[in-house]
């Protein structure tokens, strides 16, 4: 970037995981067959009128304090106005400037150490439904339209642009996906769009303080497609810049498989939503006691759960950050703590084996193909010596794929650990007999020479030997020699 | 007399004392508007089997010694802006042409579940967007005093319809007074009740922030008895109200002695008919003669009261209106390019110029650089003329004016001019901008043509005006005057 900086923020929707949708009774659960979801009020039936959902607010209102936001004591719902054929009425029921929560900020871990990434605010809104097209939109003689998720709740959050690098942004996006996943108040699942995210980047002269004109990215699913589009489009406005061009304030589209971001409307052709205050619903009056409600109502959030890794737990600042990124993780970990009280093992074992298969599998950890207690059975196995630690990783592997008991596995592989003295020593006995050289090599002096020996025995016996004895009982063979 | 010709009140002690079915009456109503409906063309819609079927239940309940209540068995007509379910539903504009709800409004289930009988669907100003029912999208109605003068509008129907006999009672919307002035045209009472006591679920919103919904009846206390079935809190409405729902007929009480009642100056001034003026002031006398106290008051942003009316319910409308678009129901244009084209000539089609004219203002109104100027002065100016009525009433219990600065015009006289035509309105629209109740009785007549008196409550005073105009209507005869029309005079 040379002598450039980057300025980011982020425009991220959540979907909320109520029962019912924002302004009706329609369920909001995911899929279902098209236009199964919907009532008059949802479809935007000539007459109808939307209700507010209770829950909205209330989630609006936890997330707003777990993002340290102020809560408004009043707010009101605005229509936001335009022409799209998923959106039945023809606007959005929205917030405009008194928006339910704002003011806040979130903390991530950069290369600069920790920084501070202001939150602007916290504001309703309904989801609009989905066109499906018969071939692209371009070629297609009609579209069909799917009203399941028109109404569904979403929180948009806007965060100021303190980000500056693609990374941070990233940084950003896991923090606040993991404080909501906290509050239990959405899935954010990117890949099922309820988790989704707009940026606005500009770029300037490192050192400035004036921000250069920006532009809107749009259609990023995934991580990776926010980072790798940052990147493109930072660069792309430096090379403008550095070309003696001008950037053009406009929305330009992520395309995922050119790699590059394509302009989709300049400002002159961006909408006037022509808000105003929505005459249906009456204000939001907050009363600062049922704010004091909901705060109590908050379970611990990341930073304090890290802290108290650190704190009570004796773990690194690294691990428990990593444990704490996800709300399902630290969970985990604690539940299988609660069968086997020794964090350092149990954290090694949770972000080691555990993390590694489930990144191999593509695997959710909430879909837990290993269940703490397992996990928690299989060290207990460990400690009272029936398999070895090596062991313990393949029968581990074991569990993962099939589900099954550790115990199980151990007795159905004959995996169990060969702890009896006679049977160990016979084989000792005979890996040095078999092996003169290393033998006197070790009495020589050359501590590495055990190493070996030690492996023989492993081969011998199938990994099963218990490390420890093998040890002991060489080193007690060899000096008798 | 013919049966057309009673109250609901009188009709309910025929059902009990069952000199007469509810199926005979809902049959000769029926008849009634084979005989009149040519001239008046009051109803877009007639339901006539679901109506008899109606009715026969009514009577099963009669028959089998079931008490009924006081609308059970008696025709009446809706406003072809509240949703019925499996009934079409027009708004009187050919982009909705063939829409047919899933869903009952509010109001009609409330109807429904007392036994009243829906006859039909009234004919209205398209979207309820004018003052004549000109702009219906299907056909004009017609005054049943004069057919070649015009029944008033939105709810010209509704009005025409309870006038000519065609129903016992019929519901409208007034967004600005067209419930009030079709019944002044019409010779009717017409109630818009406080904005938020009749649940708006159903209605086909035109501007949210002002429409009401409100009976038309043939007396005060027909009108006190649909209040009871048709107002109250309901959880799909989060704009009406919660209070304790009065019984409407208990204010039916002949005497206001000691009331104090205002005119306001402005309601008195330049354009008003001399003649209209002649017959309000005869009015007046009658109701000091009863005890009343009259007295001069001023609501002094009166003359602000059409432009911002102008601004908020176009705005509102523009925004409502927006769904018409021939995606999922209603008209849809032919042969588009492309969806924006689509959307275009269906709306272009779709709608008449009223409507469309009053999508552009508002669109204009709320748009970018021009809200501050026009739709947020307006909300303000709104405020002051709610404060002009708050002041007022610290005084007084009801205010008085006519209800239209003349009585109904004649087809075509003011359809040149937009301007002229919103005039028509101007002692109604501030009770919708303030949110307040109205009514509007017949206080005398004019060429043939009857005179509207409105009285205008505090939030939530329908009791006093009901009481006011109830004692009005037992000190004079207007109310019992029907026009000449069909065979018989209704």
């Given at each position: 970037?040379?002598?450039?900086?980057?300025?980011?923020?982020?425009?991220?929707?959540?979907?909320?995981?109520?029962?019912?949708?924002?302004?009706?009774s329609?369920?909001?659960?995911?899929?279902?067959?098209?236009?199964?979801?919907?009532?008059?009020?949802?479809?935007?039936?000539?007459?109808?009128?939307?209700?507010?959902?209770?829950?909205?607010?209330?989630?609006?209102?936890?997330?707003?304090?777990?993002?340290?936001?102020?809560?408004?004591?009043?707010?009101?719902?605005?229509?936001?106005?335009?022409?799209?054929?998923?959106?039945?009425?023809?606007?959005?029921?929205?917030?405009?400037?008194?928006?339910?929560?704002?003011?806040?900020?979130?903390?991530?871990?950069?290369?600069?150490?920790?920084?501070?990434?202001?939150?602007?605010?916290?504001?309703?809104?309904?989801?609009?439904?989905?066109?499906?097209?018969?071939?692209?939109?371009?070629?297609?003689?009609y579209?069909?339209?799917?009203?399941?998720?028109?109404?569904?709740?979403?929180?948009?959050?806007?965060?100021?642009?303190?980000?500056d690098?693609?990374?941070?942004?990233?940084?950003?996006?896991?923090?606040?996906?993991?404080?909501?996943q906290?509050?239990?108040?959405?899935?954010?699942?990117?890949?099922?769009?309820?988790?989704?995210?707009?940026?606005?980047?500009?770029?300037?002269?490192?050192?400035?303080?004036?921000?250069?004109?920006?532009?809107e990215?749009?259609?990023?699913?995934?991580?990776?497609?926010?980072?790798?589009?940052?990147?493109?489009?930072?660069?792309?406005?430096?090379?403008?810049?550095?070309d003696?061009?001008?950037?053009?304030?406009e929305?330009?589209?992520?395309?995922?498989?050119?790699?590059?971001?394509?302009?989709?409307?300049?400002?002159?052709?961006?909408?006037?939503?022509?808000?105003?205050?929505?005459?249906?619903?009456?204000?939001?009056?907050?009363?600062?006691?049922?704010?004091?409600?909901?705060?109590?109502?908050?379970?611990?959030?990341?930073?304090?759960?890290?802290?108290?890794?650190?704190?009570?737990?004796?773990?690194?600042?690294?691990?428990?950050?990593?444990?704490?990124?996800?709300?399902?993780?630290?969970?985990?970990?604690?539940?299988?703590?609660?069968?086997?009280?020794?964090?350092?093992?149990?954290?090694?074992w949770?972000?080691?084996?555990?993390?590694?298969?489930?990144?191999?599998?593509?695997?959710?950890?909430?879909?837990?193909?290993?269940?703490?207690?397992?996990?928690?059975?299989?060290?207990?196995?460990?400690?009272?010596?029936?398999?070895?630690?090596?062991?313990?990783?393949?029968?581990?592997?074991?569990?993962?794929?099939?589900?099954?008991?550790?115990?199980?596995i151990?007795e159905?592989?004959?995996?169990?650990?060969?702890?009896?003295?006679?049977?160990?020593?016979?084989?000792?006995?005979?890996?040095?007999?078999?092996?003169?050289?290393?033998?006197?090599?070790?009495?020589?002096?050359?501590?590495?020479?055990?190493?070996?020996?030690?492996g023989?025995?492993?081969?011998?016996?199938?990994?099963?030997?218990?490390?420890g004895?093998?040890?002991?009982?060489?080193?007690?063979?060899?000096?008798?020699? | 007399?013919?049966?057309?010709?009673?109250?609901?009140?009188?009709?309910?002690?025929?059902?009990?004392?069952?000199?007469?079915?509810?199926?005979?009456?809902?049959?000769?109503?029926?008849?009634?508007i084979?005989?009149?409906?040519?001239?008046?063309?009051?109803?877009?819609?007639?339901?006539?089997?679901?109506?008899?079927?109606?009715?026969?239940?009514?009577?099963?309940?009669?028959?089998?010694?079931?008490?009924?209540?006081?609308l059970?068995?008696?025709?009446?007509?809706?406003?072809?802006?509240?949703?019925?379910?499996?009934?079409?539903?027009?708004?009187?504009?050919?982009?909705?042409?063939?829409?047919?709800?899933?869903?009952?409004?509010?109001?009609?289930?409330?109807?429904?579940?007392?036994?009243?009988?829906?006859?039909?669907?009234?004919?209205?100003?398209?979207?309820?967007?004018?003052?004549?029912?000109?702009?219906?999208?299907?056909?004009?109605?017609?005054?049943?005093?004069?057919?070649?003068?015009v029944?008033?509008?939105?709810?010209?129907g509704?009005?025409?319809?309870?006038?000519?006999?065609?129903?016992?009672?019929?519901?409208?919307?007034?967004?600005?007074?067209?419930?009030?002035?079709?019944?002044?045209?019409?010779?009717?009472?017409?109630?818009?009740?406080?904005?938020?006591?009749?649940?708006?679920?159903?209605?086909?919103?035109f501007?949210?922030?002002?429409?009401?919904?409100?009976?038309?009846?043939?007396?005060?206390?027909?009108?006190?008895?649909?209040?009871?079935?048709?107002?109250?809190?309901?959880?799909?409405?989060?704009?009406?109200?919660?209070?304790?729902?009065?019984?409407?007929?208990?204010?039916?009480?002949?005497?206001?002695?000691?009331?104090?009642?205002?005119l306001?100056?402005?309601?008195?001034?330049?354009?008003?008919?001399?003649?209209?003026?002649?017959?309000?002031?005869?009015?007046?006398?009658?109701?000091?003669?009863?005890?009343?106290?009259?007295?001069?008051?001023?609501?002094?942003?009166?003359?602000?009261?059409?432009?911002?009316?102008?601004?908020?319910?176009?705005?509102?409308?523009?925004?409502?209106l927006?769904?018409?678009?021939?995606?999922?129901?209603?008209?849809?244009?032919?042969?588009?390019?492309?969806?924006?084209?689509?959307?275009?000539?269906?709306?272009?089609?779709?709608f008449?110029?009223?409507?469309?004219?009053?999508i552009?203002?508002?669109?204009?109104?709320?748009?970018?650089?021009?809200?501050?100027?026009?739709?947020?002065?307006?909300?303000?100016?709104?405020?002051?003329?709610?404060?002009?009525?708050?002041?007022?009433?610290?005084?007084?219990d009801?205010?008085?004016?006519?209800?239209?600065?003349?009585?109904?015009?004649?087809?075509?006289?003011?359809?040149?001019?937009?301007?002229?035509?919103?005039?028509?309105d101007?002692?109604?629209?501030?009770?919708?901008?303030?949110?307040?109740?109205?009514?509007?009785?017949?206080?005398?007549?004019?060429?043939?043509?009857?005179?509207?008196?409105?009285?205008?409550?505090?939030?939530?005073?329908?009791?006093?005006?009901?009481?006011?105009?109830?004692?009005?209507?037992?000190?004079?005869?207007?109310?019992?005057?029907?026009?000449?029309?069909?065979?018989?005079?209704?």
């Amino acid at each position: 970037m040379g002598k450039w900086e980057a300025v980011i923020g982020l425009e991220v929707h959540v979907e909320l995981k109520t029962n019912s949708k924002i302004f009706c009774s329609s369920t909001t659960e995911f899929g279902g067959d098209p236009n199964t979801h919907v009532c008059p009020v949802c479809l935007g039936l000539p007459g109808v009128l939307p209700v507010t959902n209770k829950k909205v607010v209330e989630y609006g209102i936890k997330v707003g304090l777990a993002l340290n936001c102020e809560i408004a004591r009043f707010s009101k719902f605005d229509r936001k106005n335009y022409y799209y054929p998923d959106l039945p009425k023809n606007y959005q029921i929205s917030q405009y400037d008194l928006p339910l929560a704002y003011n806040g900020y979130l903390e991530i871990e950069s290369e600069a150490g920790r920084k501070r990434v202001g939150i602007v605010r916290v504001h309703m809104e309904e989801d609009a439904g989905k066109l499906i097209h018969e071939g692209t939109i371009a070629s297609t003689p009609y579209s069909y339209v799917d009203y399941n998720r028109t109404g569904v709740p979403l929180l948009e959050i806007v965060s100021s642009p303190d980000m500056d690098s693609p990374e941070e942004a990233k940084a950003y996006l896991e923090k606040l996906k993991a404080i909501i996943q906290y509050t239990g108040v959405s899935d954010c699942k990117m890949e099922e769009g309820s988790l989704r995210c707009d940026a606005n980047v500009s770029v300037r002269p490192k050192g400035s303080t004036e921000l250069g004109t920006k532009t809107e990215i749009k259609n990023m699913n995934s991580f990776r497609a926010l980072q790798k589009a940052l990147a493109y489009e930072i660069q792309r406005q430096i090379q403008v810049l550095e070309d003696g061009g001008r950037i053009v304030q406009e929305t330009r589209t992520w395309d995922e498989e050119r790699g590059v971001t394509v302009s989709m409307r300049s400002k002159e052709e961006a909408h006037d939503y022509r808000y105003f205050p929505e005459p249906d619903l009456p204000p939001l009056v907050i009363s600062p006691s049922w704010v004091e409600a909901v705060r109590r109502e908050l379970p611990e959030l990341p930073e304090a759960r890290q802290r108290r890794y650190v704190n009570d737990f004796g773990l690194s600042s690294y691990d428990a950050s990593v444990l704490t990124s996800t709300k399902e993780m630290a969970d985990y970990f604690e539940e299988c703590l609660s069968f086997y009280p020794q964090p350092k093992v149990v954290a090694n074992w949770v972000m080691g084996e555990l993390a590694r298969l489930l990144n191999a599998t593509n695997i959710d950890i909430s879909a837990r193909p290993v269940t703490p207690r397992q996990l928690a059975s299989l060290l207990e196995l460990i400690d009272r010596g029936v398999i070895s630690g090596k062991i313990a990783k393949t029968v581990f592997e074991e569990m993962f794929s099939t589900g099954k008991e550790p115990q199980q596995i151990i007795e159905e592989k004959g995996l169990v650990q060969i702890s009896d003295e006679a049977e160990l020593r016979a084989v000792v006995r005979r890996v040095i007999a078999a092996n003169p050289k290393s033998a006197a090599d070790f009495k020589a002096g050359k501590e590495k020479a055990l190493g070996f020996l030690v492996g023989q025995v492993m081969k011998e016996t199938r990994g099963k030997a218990n490390p420890g004895l093998v040890n002991e009982y060489l080193r007690e063979e060899l000096t008798k020699l | 007399m013919e049966l057309y010709e009673f109250t609901a009140h009188q009709l309910h002690n025929l059902l009990l004392q069952r000199k007469i079915s509810a199926e005979e009456l809902c049959t000769s109503i029926y008849q009634r508007i084979a005989e009149t409906e040519e001239v008046v063309k009051a109803y877009l819609t007639l339901t006539r089997d679901q109506a008899l079927a109606q009715a026969r239940r009514v009577d099963q309940r009669l028959r089998a010694g079931e008490t009924i209540g006081p609308l059970a068995g008696i025709p009446m007509a809706l406003k072809d802006n509240l949703c019925t379910k499996g009934v079409r539903t027009t708004c009187a504009s050919k982009i909705l042409f063939n829409f047919i709800p899933p869903y009952d409004a509010t109001v009609v289930s409330k109807l429904d579940r007392e036994g009243a009988v829906m006859l039909g669907k009234t004919n209205l100003d398209e979207f309820a967007m004018g003052s004549s029912t000109e702009n219906s999208g299907f056909y004009p109605t017609h005054n049943p005093w004069n057919p070649d003068c015009v029944p008033g509008g939105s709810s010209g129907g509704s009005a025409a319809a309870v006038a000519s006999g065609e129903a016992i009672f019929a519901l409208g919307s007034d967004t600005g007074g067209s419930i009030r002035q079709p019944a002044a045209f019409c010779g009717v009472v017409g109630m818009k009740p406080t904005y938020g006591t009749v649940s708006r679920y159903g209605l086909i919103a035109f501007a949210s922030s002002l429409d009401q919904i409100g009976p038309f009846a043939k007396d005060v206390t027909d009108c006190a008895l649909v209040l009871n079935a048709i107002c109250g809190r309901d959880s799909m409405d989060s704009t009406s109200v919660i209070h304790e729902l009065p019984d409407y007929t208990s204010f039916l009480v002949d005497d206001i002695k000691g009331f104090k009642i205002g005119l306001p100056k402005e309601y008195f001034a330049e354009g008003l008919d001399s003649r209209v003026r002649a017959v309000i002031e005869r009015a007046i006398k009658v109701l000091e003669d009863r005890g009343a106290h009259i007295e001069e008051t001023t609501l002094p942003h009166t003359r602000y009261a059409l432009p911002t009316y102008y601004i908020i319910a176009p705005a509102e409308a523009s925004s409502n209106l927006a769904r018409y678009d021939g995606v999922r129901y209603g008209f849809r244009a032919e042969d588009a390019k492309d969806i924006i084209d689509m959307y275009s000539r269906t709306r272009s089609l779709g709608f008449g110029n009223e409507v469309k004219r009053r999508i552009m203002l508002g669109t204009y109104a709320l748009s970018a650089g021009y809200y501050d100027a026009y739709y947020n002065k307006a909300l303000k100016v709104r405020t002051l003329i709610k404060r002009d009525f708050e002041r007022a009433f610290e005084k007084f219990d009801a205010i008085l004016s006519p209800t239209a600065p003349s009585p109904a015009f004649r087809f075509g006289e003011k359809t040149d001019d937009p301007l002229t035509m919103y005039l028509s309105d101007i002692y109604t629209l501030a009770v919708n901008l303030a949110g307040l109740p109205g009514i509007s009785q017949c206080c005398g007549f004019v060429d043939g043509l009857p005179v509207g008196l409105q009285l205008i409550g505090r939030p939530l005073g329908e009791g006093t005006l009901l009481r006011i105009a109830y004692t009005f209507e037992q000190s004079t005869e207007h109310h019992r005057v029907r026009p000449r029309i069909g065979k018989g005079v209704a």
